[in-house]
């Protein structure tokens, strides 16, 4: 008999992504990660499924990425952690050793073949420069020099002058060769088919303040002069030349410093020369890559757009309407077609040189799959990576499409209780963050672990949401808990037309942005009987000055600290109402969280149990960012869900649960259908 699904189930799931299809497309190499719980550490390695769907290990390591097949078919080149460093690796696709390449680095984040497979481009991090360094580190004492902003992210910490730069290594020889230097960090770099040029994005000479801002640049291998094709007009990422060397594709937009979703990543497309930039994707009216939020994988890291043979079109998925596909765009301009659609996430893709695509996605049952879609279209599941899955109870969730108060149409979905034991059961509003991510058809872990406790979950997106277009994703500018708010409720509204809910014990819940707004609806709403707000953003004012991105909130409030001291973004802030705030909030965060300091949660917890609120308590994690509910500790992610879901049931009182005592630690004990824990 099928068993409902469990916090601890997280520690079963195996993840898969970054699919590379060999040339010949006989088979796809992929990284495949899983969660080692006595290490309380996400482990990875490379494996190999051909396409009859034999799969198999084929590197050996714990920390093995970047899969990345030879052009020639002969090898494969990875990065791995050894010996307290990431190393470049070569391994002969016939097998054997793998061969280490160039040094160690505290990081390598991006790897590319040459051509001709003789050489391989990757991006590392590069010794420290004191003379354009913004930051430098007293490595005996700790203590920093910092010289301008920003000078911290929630990626990399408190950044000590260490700058991620562009290398070049023979595939048989051990050094490597710096090719750029200076205060910026070089993005993913691509190859001009002849391989004598490098095309990669930096933000270079951009004012302090400017964070978005990227321009494309092209580096020549033999010389290492590069030279800059844009201009500074908006955020640009992910170049790929096309086939003839005539033309370079990449992600962004011309819309200025604003890398946060109100505009819409657009398929851009410019001469190998330089000159103006194109768009192919800007009458489509929606975001290319991905921005559908989940609780299994972190970041949005789409993969580079691909030129088919021939160059008459190029590969790159787009987020619509809750789904992400692959489309193909012309090159001309002239229109776009659907490549692998549905109801999905498609999260990663490759071709290979006979036409053939794999793909990794997810949909709202399954955590995610390898897939291969040959040329003429036929596709088929090549992993089953979670069979266990068919032991447990997962929930479709119901598509509905509510209106706001102006009639807009929404999107949301309605996932029911995975066991019903009674006719009203409560409902769980959730707000996702961004605030222009987007909730839609990928696997979340968190809703069907409440669904299994028995509450139902409605999940949505309100205006600000991205997918459907700029306009609505614009639509919250400097009215954040005005119109989000009211569309938010809208979506519970929907939600509970839907079918029969308890309106008395209905809760809401969100992070980061879905933190602001549930703390904001529990000031200015009596509708919700308990809460939970996540790494949340709760007072503006210290949000502005403590965030590593805090002037990328100024932007979206449209109220800058410095025109009226503050006072705008005071009265705009969850702690303005916070005295309103009557029923149970669980606040959640981590203490290295740089995107929303821990000070949001501290400020809120503490307000409100001086003022008496004792239902309101606080469960903060140690070691882990903002990213906590996708890639902190495994552990900790754990005890996460278990705070969520033993919140609601001692406050909601699903029928058949019972509630752990009131004490401390009680909300991360086990569940029930958990194990019990030594």
């Not at 093995?64 to 307290?84: C, E, K, N, W």
């Not at 032991?391 to 807009?408: L, N, S």
């Not at 980061?512 to 009987?529: E, I, K, V």
């Not at 969850?574 to 501290?602: G, K, N, T, Y």
């Amino acid at each position: 008999m099928a068993s409902p699904l469990v916090p601890s189930d997280l520690l079963r799931i195996v993840l898969v992504s970054d699919p590379q299809i060999a040339p010949d497309g006989a088979a796809v190499y992929y990284r495949r990660t899983w969660q080692d719980a006595e290490a309380d550490e996400a482990r990875g390695a490379i494996h190999r499924i051909d396409r009859n769907g034999s799969d198999r290990p084929f590197t050996r390591g714990k920390s093995d990425r970047l899969p990345r097949v030879a052009p020639d078919g002969s090898a494969l080149a990875f990065v791995a952690d050894r010996d307290d460093a990431a190393r470049l690796f070569v391994l002969p696709l016939t097998g054997g050793e793998a061969i280490p390449l160039a040094t160690g680095y505290g990081k390598i984040t991006a790897l590319a073949w040459s051509p001709d497979s003789q050489q391989l481009a990757f991006v590392a991090t590069a010794e420290h420069d004191p003379a354009s360094a913004r930051a430098y580190l007293d490595e005996k004492s700790g203590a920093r020099h910092i010289r301008m902003l920003p000078f911290k992210s929630d990626s990399d910490g408190i950044l000590d002058g260490v700058r991620k730069h562009l290398f070049v290594v023979d595939a048989a020889g051990p050094e490597a060769r710096r090719l750029t230097t200076g205060d910026f960090d070089v993005n993913a770099p691509a190859w001009s088919p002849d391989g004598t040029r490098l095309a990669f994005t930096a933000r270079i000479d951009a004012p302090e303040e400017a964070t978005a801002i990227a321009d494309l640049c092209v580096v020549d291998v033999a010389s290492g002069a590069f030279t800059r094709l844009t201009q500074s007009t908006g955020p640009l990422s992910a170049p790929a030349f096309s086939r003839d060397g005539r033309e370079i594709a990449v992600i962004g937009h011309e819309h200025g410093d604003d890398g946060g979703g109100r505009f819409d990543e657009e398929l851009l497309v410019i001469s190998a020369q330089g000159g103006a930039l194109r768009s192919l994707s800007a009458g489509l009216g929606r975001t290319v890559g991905d921005c559908l939020a989940g609780d299994l994988r972190s970041g949005h890291n789409s993969s580079a757009p691909t030129w088919t043979a021939g160059d008459r079109e190029i590969l790159m998925t787009v987020c619509d309407d809750g789904a992400t596909t692959l489309r193909a765009f012309a090159r001309d301009g002239s229109g776009t077609r659907v490549v692998c659609g549905g109801e999905r996430q498609i999260f990663g893709f490759s071709l290979a040189g006979d036409g053939s695509i794999a793909i990794a996605f997810s949909t709202p049952t399954v955590p995610n799959e390898i897939a291969l879609v040959e040329p003429y279209g036929a596709e088929r599941v090549l992993t089953q990576t979670n069979p266990w899955l068919a032991e447990k109870i997962v929930v479709a969730p119901q598509r509905y499409r509510p209106r706001a108060a102006d009639g807009t149409v929404l999107d949301a979905w309605l996932i029911a209780p995975a066991q019903p034991r009674e006719a009203r059961p409560p409902l769980v509003l959730e707000v996702h963050g961004g605030p222009h991510g987007a909730y839609g058809a990928t696997f979340f872990l968190e809703f069907q672990v409440l669904a299994a406790q028995g509450c139902a979950v409605a999940y949505g997106n309100p205006r600000g949401s991205q997918s459907y277009g700029h306009a609505y994703a614009d639509a919250i500018l400097g009215d954040w808990g005005g119109i989000d708010a009211a569309d938010v409720l809208s979506i519970l509204d929907g939600a509970l037309a839907q079918g029969t809910f308890d309106t008395t014990r209905i809760g809401a819940a969100g992070g980061s942005y879905g933190g602001f707004m549930t703390s904001w609806l529990l000031g200015h709403s009596d509708r919700f009987a308990a809460g939970v707000s996540m790494r949340a953003v709760n007072d503006f004012v210290s949000m502005v000055g403590a965030s590593d991105l805090g002037w990328f909130l100024e932007r979206e409030l449209d109220a800058r600290f410095a025109d009226d001291a503050g006072q705008r973004l005071f009265d705009g802030s969850p702690m303005r109402a916070a005295r309103a705030i009557a029923v149970p909030l669980l606040v959640e965060h981590s203490e290295r969280d740089f995107r929303c300091p821990i000070d949001q949660a501290e400020q809120l917890f503490t307000i409100l149990r001086r003022m008496g609120r004792l239902s309101t308590e606080f469960v903060r994690f140690a070691d882990t960012g903002h990213e906590l509910s996708r890639s902190g500790k495994p552990r900790s992610r754990v005890l996460r869900l278990r705070a969520i879901a033993h919140w609601f049931i001692r406050h909601l009182h699903p029928l058949g649960v019972t509630a752990e005592p009131d004490e401390a630690g009680a909300l991360f004990r086990p569940l029930p259908g958990e194990p019990a824990e030594a």
